[in-house]
């Protein structure tokens, strides 16, 4: 039978996070009787132990201090200590002995939450991640905030996922510490980054999955987006190609996709049919998120968003890189969707 305190901690997990407030109310439940039960004690160790990286900080420190003493983990191995600092990966090799690594004064981790039009992608070949980047921000931001976490002593603990032909996911974590290429007067991030630049969690997501993957050249000419929604996520992906398909059935697919908050990108076709795009404002070879879908005046549309965060066809004056464009010419100029699954782990 489960308990009280058993069905709040699953309430509280529902969303794969628990907060100060849940934490209160799970103490006040223990609290009921004047004294917590050795089943209620047992049940909240195991809590603690086990979804450790599921709490908030405070959550975590006013559970640790109710229980008086480190928890345990009375069903497994005590969880691994963190990863080393990892050596800061090598840039592009066009730009070694051109960039410094340098530390953002005031920099932090999210500023005002997580968007996806925080993303801009700089001097790098990396569309495919940083456009997938947004469309995870756009469709589930907490996924981002899942992904890195701010270790509060100059390093951050980056987490991606493994997913192998079954759908199993398995975590692997990237430690890196907060500099990033940088050049110019201003010493700005050189690659990957966000409008705000003090704002770190685009760069230093990217700086982590490039050392994961092997350094800023392995990650910098071109890539999967599927294989990043798999790697932020932990969950599967697909890809869909549009050149004859349907296009009221391949609109809905968009349409049920951003509507069920599942991250979903598409990519052009490569630099063979870069004439094709000439005068557009759309490019060959490059990833766009994919932000929105709908019909006005009779008309569906695709809303997308270049990650550069910059330059769009139209004339809404924005230049922000976020546009909308009829559905006819979306399967004219894009290649095939990626499609990540819905939740994360």
């Known amino acids: 039978m489960t308990t009280k305190i058993g069905k709040q901690i699953n309430q509280a997990l529902l969303n794969n996070r628990i ?33 450790g990286d ?25 969880p691994p200590p963190p990863p080393p600092v990892a050596n800061d990966p090598k840039v592009l090799t066009k730009h070694d002995g051109t960039l410094t690594w340098n530390k953002i004064d005031g920099g932090q981790l999210f500023k005002d939450g997580v968007s996806f039009d925080d993303v801009v992608q700089g001097s790098i070949g990396d569309c495919y991640f940083v456009g997938s980047l947004a469309a995870i921000a756009k ?15 100059g390093t951050y603990t980056a987490r991606f996922f493994k997913v192998d032909y079954s759908g199993k ?11 990033v290429p940088s050049a110019g007067p201003n010493m700005s991030g050189k690659y990957g980054k966000a409008r705000d630049q003090q704002e770190l969690w685009v760069s230093l997501v990217e700086k982590a999955y490039a050392s994961w993957k092997g350094g800023y050249e392995a990650i910098g000419n071109g890539g999967c987006s599927t294989d990043v929604l798999e790697a932020i996520t ?30 979903i990108t598409a990519g052009t076709y490569g630099k063979d049919q870069e004439a094709m795009y000439a005068g557009k404002n759309l490019y060959a070879w490059h990833n766009y998120s994919i932000v929105g879908a709908g019909e ?35 399967m004219k100029y894009y290649q095939g969707l990626n499609i990540g699954a819905p939740g994360y782990y």
Request: proline share 6%.
């Open 296 to 330: 006005e005046n009779g008309q569906k549309f695709v809303e997308l968003r270049n990650p550069w965060g910059r330059t769009e066809p139209g004339n809404d004056g924005k230049d922000d890189g976020s546009f909308k464009l009829p559905l006819a010419d979306f």
């Open 54 to 78: 599921k709490f908030d900080a405070d959550a975590k420190t006013a559970l640790t201090a109710f229980l008086g003493t480190p928890a345990t983990n009375p069903t497994g191995p005590t």
């Open 169 to 179: 996911a398995k975590p692997e974590y990237v430690r890196i510490d907060g500099d």
């Open 19 to 51: 907060d100060k407030k849940e934490v209160d109310g799970l103490i006040a439940t223990a609290k009921t009787d004047g004294k917590i039960s050795s089943t209620e004690k047992k049940e909240l160790q195991n809590l603690l132990a086990t979804k």
């Open 139 to 153: 469709a589930n931001p907490k996924a981002i905030e899942d992904c890195i976490k701010d270790n509060g002593d």
């Open 234 to 263: 932990g969950k599967g992906s697909s890809y869909q190609v549009t050149k004859g398909a349907d296009e009221n059935r391949m609109f809905q697919t968009i349409k049920k996709s951003v509507d069920s908050k599942i991250p």
